[in-house]
């Protein structure tokens, strides 16, 4: 995703964080974060285990969890990258285990194991199946006692797995929201001249009226569904009208890792610098 996922903020806080405060919220005594860049996830705030099956699949992470919290009845398993964490289906994952040695949310047809809460005492069953091979947790927890729970909100179990995923999710939470990098017209005029990416992110219908010459229209709106259509490695400069729709996009660019920048002002800026505009609708 060309970022850590665990880091990638919305709301101003990083999803591992958010999830973290959810679990905190649902009455866990405990947080810990299994894995991962331990240096960064300390100055998060969290108690971090490192995990010797790192790189192998979500299985030994659930592992490797449970070992490291063996003194506890239950223990919730979380995605690092939920999109929505909630502490009320947290909360009720963990009240549902009862005598199962796990309870897994049913959502649309799927069981959802990275939002399960789990007996510690299932362990060395998962390590037995681990050390013959087995990596999905799906078939690992086939031969336990499990406890389906249906009536999940599918928002309360989804993960942010793709950078379009993320850009969608940041662009509706973050719309209008702190601070982003910025230049002024000047200084797109001056980075023009060498070639620089454009990004209009108006309505197609902004776009025909009057454009930077050369500029790419993505609306806003499609942006996380049309993000592969974005240049990799390419810094972006990012236009709409006056720069509120464009920062937007920044945020969310930047969360799934590419390097953007806003156009103070926008076109309103730039038509008051008479630049040139071009306009017609967008090619294709």
Request: glycine fraction near 12%; proline fraction near 6%.
């Amino acid at each position: 995703m060309g970022t850590d996922k665990a880091f990638v903020r919305v709301g101003g806080r990083a999803l591992v964080e958010r999830v973290a405060d959810a679990a905190r919220a649902a009455g866990a005594v405990r947080v810990l974060a299994v894995g991962g860049d331990r240096r960064r996830l300390a100055a998060a705030g969290l108690e971090v285990v490192a995990d010797p099956r790192e790189g192998a699949g979500p299985l030994g992470g659930v592992l490797t969890a449970l070992e490291a919290s063996a003194g506890h009845e239950t223990v919730v398993v979380l995605a690092c990258d939920l999109a929505a964490p909630s502490a009320a289906a947290i909360a009720k994952v963990a009240a549902a285990r009862g005598t199962a040695e796990v309870a897994v949310p049913r959502v649309e047809g799927n069981l959802e194991p990275l939002h399960a809460a789990w007996s510690p005492g299932v362990a060395a069953g998962l390590a037995a199946a681990f050390a013959k091979g087995e990596r999905s947790v799906q078939r690992a927890i086939a031969g336990l006692d499990v406890r389906v729970l249906d009536g999940f909100d599918p928002a309360a179990t989804a993960g942010l797995n793709t950078p379009g995923e993320v850009i969608a999710h940041v662009v509706g939470q973050n719309r209008g929201m702190s601070e982003v990098p910025e230049i002024d017209v000047d200084e797109l005029v001056r980075r023009r001249e060498t070639g620089a990416y454009v990004l209009d992110v108006r309505q197609p219908e902004e776009y025909a009226v009057a454009h930077v010459p050369g500029s790419v229209l993505i609306p806003l709106d499609q942006l996380g569904a049309r993000q592969a259509e974005l240049p990799g490695g390419e810094p972006l400069l990012v236009i709409c009208r006056s720069g509120a729709r464009s920062a937007a996009a920044v945020q969310a660019l930047q969360a799934a890792g590419y390097d953007a920048t806003n156009v103070a002002g926008g076109m309103l800026a730039w038509l008051d610098a008479d630049q040139p505009v071009e306009e017609g609708p967008a090619p294709g």
